[in-house]
Nanobody, 121 residues
Framework: QVQLVESGGGLVQAGGSLRLSCAASGRIFSINTMGWYRQAPGKQRELVAA???????NYADSVKGRFTISRDNAKNTVYLQMNSLKPEDTAVYYC???????????????WGQGTQVTVSS
C-alpha cells in the first residue's frame, strides 16, 4: 500500500507565504515525477508544478517566479514553497507521484488527499 500525505495548507493573507509538504510511504521502489496540482471550486484540476527525480522542474505560467518546487529523494518527499500568494491561488492542493512499487513492471499515479489553501484579500 502506498500513501501520499500532505501538510502545510491553511489560511493566509494576500502577499503571504505557505509551504506545502507531501511524504510518500509504503512499498515504494522508486519515484519518477512528483508534482502539485490544484482545484478551485467549479474549475478543473490543474498542474501547478512538477519535479523529476533528477531535479528538472516545470511550472504553470500563473505561478512562475512565486512558487518553488523541491524534493528530498531520500525522504520521498516533495515540497512547494508558495510566496506572494494571491486570492486566485485559493484551491485544494493535491500531491501526485508517478512511482514504481516493488515488483511493478509499470509505474502508476498516486494522489494525496488534498490540503486546502485559502488566500484572503
Amino acid at each position: 500500500q502506498v500513501q501520499l500525505v500532505e501538510s502545510g495548507g491553511g489560511l493566509v493573507q494576500a502577499g503571504g507565504s505557505l509551504r506545502l509538504s507531501c511524504a510518500a510511504s509504503g512499498r515504494i521502489f522508486s519515484i519518477n515525477t512528483m508534482g502539485w496540482y490544484r482545484q478551485a471550486p467549479g474549475k478543473q484540476r490543474e498542474l501547478v508544478a512538477a519535479i523529476t527525480s533528477g531535479g528538472s522542474t516545470n511550472y504553470a505560467d500563473s505561478v512562475k517566479g512565486r512558487f518553488t518546487i523541491s524534493r528530498d529523494n531520500a525522504k520521498n518527499t516533495v515540497y512547494l514553497q508558495m510566496n506572494s500568494l494571491k486570492p486566485e491561488d485559493t484551491a485544494v492542493y493535491y500531491c501526485n507521484a508517478d512511482l514504481y512499487r516493488y515488483r511493478d513492471y509499470f509505474s502508476s499515479d498516486y494522489w494525496g488527499q488534498g490540503t486546502q489553501v485559502t488566500v484572503s484579500s
